[in-house]
Structures are given as C-alpha cells and as structure tokens.
C-alpha cells in the first residue's frame, strides 16, 4: 500500500488539491452565469415561440416564426465543441481573452440560450390554454397574459427546466477544458486525457458529480416548493 | 341588453369549411336569465364567445348595452369585455394563486390598487359563500368550491353581462343546484344579465327565463321556457324535453299516438285520460309521461296511444283538441 502513496498518480493529485476548491468554484460561476445569461436571450425567445404562433396571444408574421425556428434549430444542431470555435472570436472582442474561464463564457451562452428557448417553450406549452381564454375573457393584454399568466402558472416547470439546462452546460463547461477554459474539466482533461493521470481525473469527475448533484437537487426542492397544484 | 343580427362562424378545417353558426338572430332582455340549449356540438360555445369576441364572427353584428363588440378596437374591446364577463365549465382558475388572488386577477389587471382589490376580493368570496377560503389554492378546493371563485372573479369588475359556458357540466347535482342558486341570486341582486349555455335541460328548467335551442349551427326555436317544455315545435326541442326520445311504440303497433301537453297549475288537477273513457268511451294507453317544475309551474306531457278503432280514435282527437289548457299533436308512429 506504502507502493500506491509514493506512485506519480498520487503525488499529482495531492500537488494539485490545492487547487480544486478554486476549480470547483470557476466550474460553479462558469455554468451559474452562462445559465443566467441564456436565460436572458432565451427567456423572450421561448415567450416569442409560444405567443407569437398563429392562433397565439400575440401572433407574429410566419414568415418571422419561420426564421426564429430556423435560427433556433440550426445553432442547437452545431456541435457544442464547433460551436466553441466559431464564438471564441467574439471572446477575444468581448473580454480581451480567449483561454481561460471568462472566455468560455460566450461560447457557452450560445450553445446554451437555443436550447433554453426550447425549453422555456415546452414549459409554456403546458400552460393551460383555458387559463389564457379566462384571461382574454377579462381584457388582459397580451402582455398581462405572459407576465401574470404564463410565466407565474408555469413557474415550477421553468424551474425544473432550468435546473436541466444548468447541468447541461455544466456537462458543455467542462467540455470546454479542452480549448483552454477553466475549472474541473480543464483539470480533468488535461491531466487525465494528456498525461494519463487517471486518479486525478477521477477525482476532478467526481466533483463535478456532486455539483450536479447540488444544482439538480436544489432546483427539484425548489420546483416542487413553489408547485401550488399539490395538495398541502 | 344584448342583441345578435345574422350571426354567422365558418372554422375552416383540412376536410373543408364548418359553419358553427349560422345567420343567428337573438335578443336577451336586460337582467334576464337566458338559455342556450343544445346537443354537443350544436355551437354553443361559439356563439357564447362571439358575444365577447374571443371568436371573431365572419358576417353580422353582436351589440351589447348599445356598444357593436365586432367595431370595436383593442382597448375599447378590453374595457367591454370587462363589463361582459364568463365563467367556464373547467373553472379555469389560475393554480398558482391562492383564492383571493384570483378574485384579485381581474381587478390587477384593470389597475386598482392592490389594497382597494383584496378588500373587494374579501367581500366577494363572502358573497359566493367561501370567505374562509381566501388562503386556500384551487387544488384544495372541490368542485363547487372552484366554480364560486370563479363566479367571484367574474364579479370583480361590477359585469352587465355574465356568460357561463357549461358552467355546471363538471358538477354533480346538488353542487349543480347550489350553483344555480348562487347565479339567480346575482342575477336578482345586482341585476346582471346571465347567459346561460348548456346541454342539459334540467339546467334551464331551473334558473332561465328564456330559452334558444341551438341546432346544427342555427337557432330553430326560441321563447319563454315554460311555451316551450309544454309546446315544443322542433325536432330538437323535443330531444331535449323528452331525452329518451318521443317512444317509437313496438308495444303498440298500428295504433295511432298523440302527445298532450299541458302547462300551469289550472289543467294538472283534471283528469284527462279518465273523463276521455267516460265522456267519450275512448280508451287510451298512456305510452310515456313526464312531469317537471318550471319557474315555479308544473309542465307535463304525455304520450298517448288512440284507440284502434279510427271512429273512436278520432273522436278522443276531437275531444283532446277542445279540453282546456292542453296542446296536442300527433305523433309519428315508427
Ligand atoms: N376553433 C375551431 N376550429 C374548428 N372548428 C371549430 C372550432 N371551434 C368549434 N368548432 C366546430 O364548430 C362546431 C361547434 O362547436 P362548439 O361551439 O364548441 O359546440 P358546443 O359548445 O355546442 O358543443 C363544432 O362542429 C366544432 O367542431
Ligand atoms: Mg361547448
């Protein structure tokens, strides 16, 4: 067993301990602000999808349906490694840099935003369309009705599908270690992938299973907490 | 007062067009309970809500308390819709807010302050009966409970006019009562003009006053409830009034059948079938009968099956025909 201490793999996992609360913490901020900012791009776009389809509550020309759908499907079928590529120009403008964990920010949110559009438009798909009748019915503007109708009656599943999209691009931050982003998948990747430190890796691994494992319990508490349909 | 000139829907479907309604003509009295009766699929949901416009008609006009709802622009037609509001059979409450939230929506949404809102709210949920319910989500409440909240809500912004579009269908008979008992007690009250639109006949013999049935997207006959449970002239009145349909006699093959019906309280106590056996020596067969209170009076009917003999069978008609207080008309036997 004295064998396995004085082994390389262990050495380098205790050199790099140090630095793993800060990767956590550059893995947290990462994926949290990414998740932030997409939902902020996608948020309106998701509201739009729904609304703004004919027979909606505020129906928009097709032929800009038709374009938002197209822009949405093409960027959510771009691998999330291209997609990286092509936007880390736009890093460099942005924040000066395009290594390290700022920088993969953009790219981030632009994988990400897409794909919670989606989902901010299933959530508002269950919303039931009597509910938005009855609001039609007492002269609420198009407006009234997304504000205090569909997005508060459909707020636990916007939570929950928030909380998949947060683990998601958690998985996308990490992926982002290989084209020089911080954190645990930097850790992982570079010391598991380049140098064959598997017990590093494994431990980077492992910490990024107990972020999601916070990020999703979390978000189901809080979905299930804010849920007035269940009888308390 | 609501008045609804040549009222025609087309949906356009993959299959071709469906005309919902067609050329409808109707005209509900101020602070009247009307009725809108008709089979599932009849249009009545359509004509109820061409009336506050969430169904925009393709040819003729719906006038409300003198404002035409199809000239309206967008804001005129949200301050009208305020002053016509509806109550549905899904209750359609939002889940996410409590009672008095939801009796607040209406009030939120034409911007009175909050504070003037839940005092109203209060009241309200007292007038439907629920004032300690204000806390409580719609998930925990029943049936009956959801629909008076959104009776309350319906009330937050002081109507003219309320449409209920199936607002019992969903509750069992005596929540279906208590229900109806709450909207008469508004309509005397505060004087609102209800709509009523429903598939079940029980529902207008109780609370309307007036009634149209609705048929295949047209209005095949309209009046006072209690002509029309005595006397109804269309086929599908007479679905509605005798569900099971007018009997098709195998029991009585070859025989002659006509209908009877009489209506108030001066004829029920004479006694029909027996004076035609003694004055007129006609024996009848009494082959379905039916009684039910309407607005207070008692309306039957009854199915009768003539003697065979045709001399006797019409003299029975000519008698039937000259008795006080009963219609009559012959019945087809199929
Ligand atoms: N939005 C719609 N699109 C197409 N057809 C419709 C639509 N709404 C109603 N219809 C059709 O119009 C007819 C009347 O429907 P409806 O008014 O809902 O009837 P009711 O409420 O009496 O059951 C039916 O044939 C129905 O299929
Ligand atoms: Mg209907």
Known sequence: ?????????????????????????ETFY????????????????????VVGEQGGVLPLPRWLMGLLNAIINLMRSVPFLILMIFVLPLSRALIGTSVGTPATIPPLVAAAFPFV??????????????????????????????????????????????????????????????????????????????????????????????????????GTRLAAKCDKRLKR | ?????????????????????????????????????????????????????????????????????????????????????????????????????NVCFPMELAGIPRAKAEARAKELL???????????????????????????????????????????????????????????????ELGITVVVITHQMSVVEEICRHVAILDGGSVVEQGEVSDIFSNPQSDAARRLVFPAGVPTTELLPGRQLVRVAFGGGTTTDKPLVASLAIECGALVSIVAADTRLVNGQTLGSMVLALPQDPASAQKAVAYIQNYPGITMEEVENV
């Open chain 2, 1 to 101: 007062m609501i008045e609804i000139q040549h009222l025609t829907k087309r949906f356009a479907m993959a299959g071709g067009t469906v005309v919902a309604l067609n050329d409808i003509n109707l005209t509900i009295p101020q602070g009247d309970i009307f009725g809108i009766i008709g089979m599932s699929g009849a249009g009545k949901s359509t004509l109820v809500r061409c009336i506050n416009m969430l169904e925009r008609p393709d040819e003729g006009t719906v006038t409300v308390h003198g404002r035409a709802m199809q000239s309206l622009s967008a804001p005129e037609l949200r301050a009208a819709r305020r002053q016509i509001t509806m109550i549905f059979q899904q209750f359609n409450l939002l889940m996410q807010r409590n009672c008095l939230k």
């Open chain 1, 117 to 218: 559009a989606r989902l901010v438009e299933t959530s508002l798909r269950e919303v039931d369309g009597g509910v938005v009748e009855a609001a039609q019915s007492m002269g609420a503007t198009p407006f009234q009705i997304i504000a205090k109708v569909m997005l508060p009656e459909s707020l636990p599943s916007l939570i929950a599908n928030t909380t998949i999209a947060l683990t998601t691009i958690l998985g996308y931050s990490a992926m982002a270690g290989i084209i020089g982003g911080g954190g645990l998948g930097q850790i992982a990747i570079n010391y598991g992938y380049y140098r064959y430190k598997y017990l590093t890796m494994v431990v980077a691994t492992a910490l990024l299973v107990v972020v999601v494992q916070l990020f999703q319990t979390v």
């Open chain 2, 126 to 188: 007292e007038l439907v009966g629920l004032p300690d319910k204000a806390g409580a989500y719609p998930a925990q409440l029943s049936g009956g409970q959801k629909q008076r909240v959104a009776i309350a809500r319906a009330l937050a912004t002081n109507p003219e006019v309320l449409l209920c579009d199936e607002a019992t269908s969903a509750l069992d008979p005596n929540t279906t009562h208590a229900i109806l008992q709450l909207v008469q007690k508004i309509n005397a």
């Open chain 1, 30 to 49: 990462a994926t949290a602000l990414s998740t932030a900012l997409a939902l902020v791009i996608g948020l309106p776009l998701g509201v739009l999808l």
């Open chain 1, 1 to 25: 067993m004295s064998g396995f201490f004085e082994s390389v793999e262990w050495q380098t996992l205790v050199e790099l301990l140090p630095q793993m609360p800060f990767a956590v913490w």
